[in-house]
């Protein structure tokens, strides 16, 4: 039961074609985002996300924004699912470390690599385990999170003044939003802004870079290009430019690869 047969890592990449596994899959996005495509319908995920895969059953990974992820096969998986399920971590982040540590352990020394492994695959096991009904969202997290979205593109939304208005303590509200979505309203408002960057980049090329940091509501091009940089281990005008057609094939010893 629950045992690891392959640890894998995707750098920055756009498309996984079409395969299947005769064991079970859990994809880990450390970056970006995407969706897992499963015939006719899809999985959205980001950062911070795990999607569990059941044993033959085909899928694909596409991003327009690209990803970067920790990937691990697994025989005999304890869980009570069937069908394709996403699971997010929490915020401190304890199913990362167990995968990143599983990662190393798969590549270490062979001597050591079977009760190792071993001890990872139950852990991470008991972890998805435990974060599959995760807990509803309060109101006032909603309603931040709402704001945000609705706001992000102005220049001149300020966040801190915001949150200060509401009737809860400050320190409170930040810790309530991190521990709910795994991380700070600050940090959340600059990812969506640069979630819309990317997107913004990915279209016809008539927009200089200057021109997309202030639609998506940065003031300064260069702190835009700082974190954007950051984000996605690229430049605005790199990502801009980057090619579109990486496709990364399946690598374990069990894998299908299908006819796309």
């Not at 495509?37 to 950062?47: E, N």
């Not at 999170?145 to 200060?164: A, V």
């Not at 008539?206 to 700082?226: D, K, M, N, W």
Request: proline content about 7%; overall charge negative; glycine content about 6%.
């Amino acid at each position: 039961m629950n045992e690891i047969i392959y640890a894998g890592k995707h750098l920055l990449t756009f498309r996984v074609s079409p395969h299947k596994h005769k064991s079970w899959e859990f994809i880990y996005c450390t970056s970006g985002e995407g969706r897992m495509v499963f015939g006719d319908y899809a999985i959205p995920y980001q950062t911070g996300d795990v999607v569990i895969i059941p044993p033959m059953l085909s899928h694909c990974n596409e991003s327009q924004k690209g990803f970067t992820n920790i990937h691990l096969n697994m025989r005999g998986a304890a869980l009570p699912i069937r069908t394709p399920t996403l699971i997010r971590d929490d915020s401190n982040h304890f199913i990362l470390d167990a995968f990143t540590a599983a990662f190393y352990h798969f590549g270490a020394d062979p001597g050591r690599q079977s009760a190792l492994l071993s001890a990872y695959a139950n852990l991470i096991v008991f972890q998805l385990l435990a974060n599959l009904e995760a807990p509803k969202r309060s109101p006032v997290v909603e309603d931040i999170e709402r704001t945000i979205i609705l706001n992000y593109p102005d220049e001149n939304f300020e966040l801190e003044p915001y949150l200060r208005s509401l009737p809860f303590n400050y320190d409170y509200l930040r810790k309530l939003f991190k521990n709910e979505l795994g991380q700070t309203p600050l940090r959340f408002l600059i990812d969506t802004r640069l979630q819309a960057a990317a997107e913004r980049l990915d279209g016809d090329g008539q927009l200089s870079i200057t021109e997309v940091a202030h639609l998506c509501g940065f003031h300064e091009p260069l702190y835009f290009s700082r974190v954007f940089r950051a984000k996605f281990g690229l430049s605005p005008l790199q990502y801009q430019n980057r090619p579109r057609d990486i496709d990364a094939a399946p690598e374990d010893s069990e894998s299908i690869k299908l006819p796309v």
